[in-house]
């Protein structure tokens, strides 16, 4: 798969809450390529500050324009620094990169469980769905964060029609719970479901536990350490059960590594053998 | 339009359009990057160090960024020798650029049959051996580590492998020379350095170490004084002609060891950063000796000083 | 308002109110500090090493900058033992903070004649013996880079000092728990690692050394990881107590090093960066106890990987 | 000398010419110690590029109101990102630091020899001794640069009152010449003068030279590179004579280091081995 690797200019920034903000990219080459579920490499500045590049997922693309958005979290000194950057400056972005998400198949209803930034690659895969012929009440949303402030939206999820369920730990706002609670019981009323999962790798490791144990299809899109993001480097290695140990126990014993980058960042449920 | 520049270096019989390589571990087999530019550009390509058996290598984390510099304990994973005849040889060797093919052994005996196995394969330009790897007990340090043990493993490789045999050394030593001697007398074609230098980094708030294997080799921009000092010692003490390698990112990275005596250099973490780094350094060194009127790259090689 | 923290250690007799101190050649002799600080808060002083006589050391330029780190090859310039004791000790004398004086020589009998007159004055509370400096042929490496030589200096110190004798270690060596090991069987009441790593850099506009020596000294940030394995190493083989050295710059810097094992630490470059830089990581260290709940910092020291 | 380090905001940024600007700090602590011919050492940033603070001559200092201010030209990284700063974020600054000039003394005329950003320690000066009495008409100030844009100027330095010479390189501004070339026509009229100059390392170096060789009284500002600054670490060491050396010429057998930032940044004529 051909990728992209220069200097583009954000073209827009948007704060959606305090500290979580929406840039977009005027990179036609990536906008052109990208599906839901892939990611980019952004580096801000040619010093070392940080090292690597740092991956985020791609929250939508505009083929047509040439633009392509992320939604980002202002966490250490890559992010802090990629916030800083004005509009019009150029940052470097390789991409875009990633397995992606299968599009949804079959007749089976659709759940998107997003905690926190897991949210943007959820949307663009929601978003194609709907525009691909999914019917938007098969799916449905839920959007967790610690806390209310921690919560965001630009009125675009909103839009796709689907059934939206906002929750946070707290219960500052919306429902009172986890992504994982919601799931739980928007599971126990309907258990045949296909999951598509986005969030803390804490969130994931539940999610995937649920979706073994009901026997369900299943999609977890991982975050890791990403130095190269392109599959040269063998830094994000995941441990994965090779396919005939799915389901066993004794995972130790007998792994193979996968590389989030490219066999990645989205894996089949039961594939990751978790800490 | 001024003159034609000449970019091409000969490293011990190794025959390179241009001193720019890409590293052991730092460009897997290639077709990875193949999907971002044409590999036709670079100088020579180096495969990630391949053992017999292929190599799960060490659970993860595996990797931590550290101040301008990351350690890495990706533990030699690889495909091993005989997937990688099969199906990342043909894809090298479809290239317009030198194939380097990096081996490492957990016994002399390893060495030697890789070097066997390789040697029948034309397209296996030269070889690099990878006598340093820090963070793996099989095919590392043990051998590079003492000039004895370093001048065997070369001399068993060189009488399998008819082709360029270039020996790359650990900077983990109190004297580089003394192991660069020994392969040079050895029958080593060429040395390549440095490898990566042993660091550790703790996670304070779990207080566990960052990396899984605890060790791990220190690279990037953080490294490149040690590097270049010791390539310099090693050109200004031996014959053997030398490929710098350690943080070389940019340009100016790339002249300082060339400038030091290095006939070629390998860029290795940059390709992380941005994998187009090479090409970058390529296109400065025209840019560079077109502003110094210099028409040939061997009339920088080593010049450092005397002007 | 929580238990009072205690922050003491004592490393091989000698005591200390904290475990921060400045390193060797990085505060020379306190005065210049003392006009933006109280140092009676630190934990301890290094004097920058003394010669026999006073030397001027390496003529300009001595340092240049790079990635995250320096280069230095100062060459041990220093005032000499005679104004040391005249001009120097009075100063650090009055202060509330242990007096550490880091020796060097040229041979072995120099190192012991510094000893002797330092042993004469109580306030000189331990010797650091530096066998590691990399830039000077005289009171360098020849003697830190074996572990013969290295055994034999601090036997030779410890003959004359009667309290406790620090050896100073490079890292620039194949394997540092082998030299850590004969200098504690001669009698070194602790180690301090790491003394700067071997580098070079090229100014490429000039085409020559940025600095005169040629080879300098590698420290700053970039070396913490280096440093950081090279403590780790000593403390998990040897029982002698480790003070830390490289790259520490922060509070959380401090941390890895006493996590690893070591006893105490040196803040070194940090202290032309951040004059302070020693006081931020003790009030750092206060605050990360208590977030822990930690009341006693010898309760953190080595406990890396078991909670 | 004490010596503060601390961080200060920024209270006022003016752009002089293209690249070079002027910037003000609220640091009562140094503001009220700062003499003419000291400098600080600022970091921009608790990151590591540059790793070293960099040092800038105090260019006027208001006690009363404890501002201070310095001009400086953007060359590499440290400059850069100083510039970058905003108004009201916080820098690390070291200081006051470095031994100062003398204040002129007896009845010479002085000529003060500015070349660049060599300008601001020797306003300062010549700001301090009219005030405090030294007759603006028995000052010569020689401001040169390479080219007009180049030149800088922010009107302080006009309202001294003292004769100012401005001279460009390329004379694209003021007379033609270099300040090395105005300074010598300017002695050739009126020998006994004592010379206060700054600026680049060449221009110093010829100073020196015209100094010695009419015998008159000089002091020369030097600009180093400077790890620490407060004279911890030996860096920034020059060669200078002996005393009892000055004006022979065997220099090499016989020197003594001296260190910039607090046994100089101002020497005495005379006093400094040059490359
Ligand atoms: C494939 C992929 C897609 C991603 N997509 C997005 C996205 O769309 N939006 C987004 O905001 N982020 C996304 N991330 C995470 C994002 O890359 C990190 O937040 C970023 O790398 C942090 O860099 P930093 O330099 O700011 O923080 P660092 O300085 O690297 O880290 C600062 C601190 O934050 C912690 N930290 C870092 N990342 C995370 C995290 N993800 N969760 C919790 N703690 C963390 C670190 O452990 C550290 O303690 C993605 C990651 C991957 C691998
Ligand atoms: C005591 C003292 C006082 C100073 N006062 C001032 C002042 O008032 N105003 C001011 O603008 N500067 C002053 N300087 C110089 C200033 O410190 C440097 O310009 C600055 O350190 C450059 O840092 P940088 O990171 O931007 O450039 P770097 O990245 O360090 O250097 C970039 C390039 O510029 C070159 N360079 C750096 N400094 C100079 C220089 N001074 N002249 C020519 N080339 C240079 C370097 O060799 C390098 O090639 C002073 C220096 C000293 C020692
Ligand atoms: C992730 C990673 C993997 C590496 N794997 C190998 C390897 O398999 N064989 C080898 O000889 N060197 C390996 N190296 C070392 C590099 O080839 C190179 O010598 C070193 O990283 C210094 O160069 P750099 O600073 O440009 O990265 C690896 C380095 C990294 C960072
Ligand atoms: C400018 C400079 C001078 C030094 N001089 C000495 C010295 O005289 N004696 C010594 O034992 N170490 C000397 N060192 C080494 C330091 O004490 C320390 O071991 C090393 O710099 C690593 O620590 P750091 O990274 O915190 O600086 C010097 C280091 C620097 C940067
Ligand atoms: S990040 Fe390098 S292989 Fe995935
Ligand atoms: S800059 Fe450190 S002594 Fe002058």
Redesign the interface.
Known sequence: ?????DYYPVIKKEILSPGILKFTFEAPEIAGLARPGQFVQI?TSDD??????RPFSIYDADKPKGHFSIIFKIFGCGTSRLANTDTSDKV?I?GPLGNGFDPPAGQNKLIMAAGGVGLPPLYFLSRVSVENGYPAEMITFISGARTKKELFEDGNLAGLNMKLITCTDDGSAGSKGTVVDILQSELADDPERTVYACGPGGMLKKIDMIIMAKRLRGYLSLE??M??G??????????TRPAENRGSTDDNRD???KRVC?DGPVFNSGEVIWD | MGLDIDLSVNIGGLKLKNPIMTAS????YGQ??S???DLSLLGGVITKSLTYLPR??H??????????????A?GL?NVGIVNFLAEKLPFLEKLDTACVVSIAGSTMDEYARLARKLAEHESVHALEVNISCPNVNEGGLEFG??PGPAGKVIAAVKKEFPRTVIAKLSP????IVEIAESVADSGADAVSLINT??????D?N????KISN???G?S???????A???V?KVVSNLDIPVIGIG?ISTT?DA??FL??GASAVQVG?A??????APLKIIDGLKK?MQNQKIYDINDIIG???N?
Chains 1, 4 share one sequence.
């Open positions: 798969m051909r990728k992209y690797s580096r070392y500050f940080p090292l690597w590049p470097h390789l890791e350490l130095p190269c392109y599959g040269i480097c063998s830094g994000c290695a995941v441990k792994y193979h590594l490219v | 571990g730092c460009f897997s990875e990057a999907e971002i530019f799960e290598g659970p993860p984390p595996k990797v931590c960024e550290t101040e301008a510099g990351m350690l890495n990706i994973s580590a003492e983990n030593v109190t004297d230098l042993v660091g550790t980094a703790i304070i779990t207080r566990s170490f605890v060790f791990g220190l990037g921009p953080a490294v490149r004084p040690v270049l000092a010791m310099y943080g100016s002249l300082e400038l030091a973490t390709c992380f950063i941005d994998p187009k560079y010049t450092v000083g002007r």
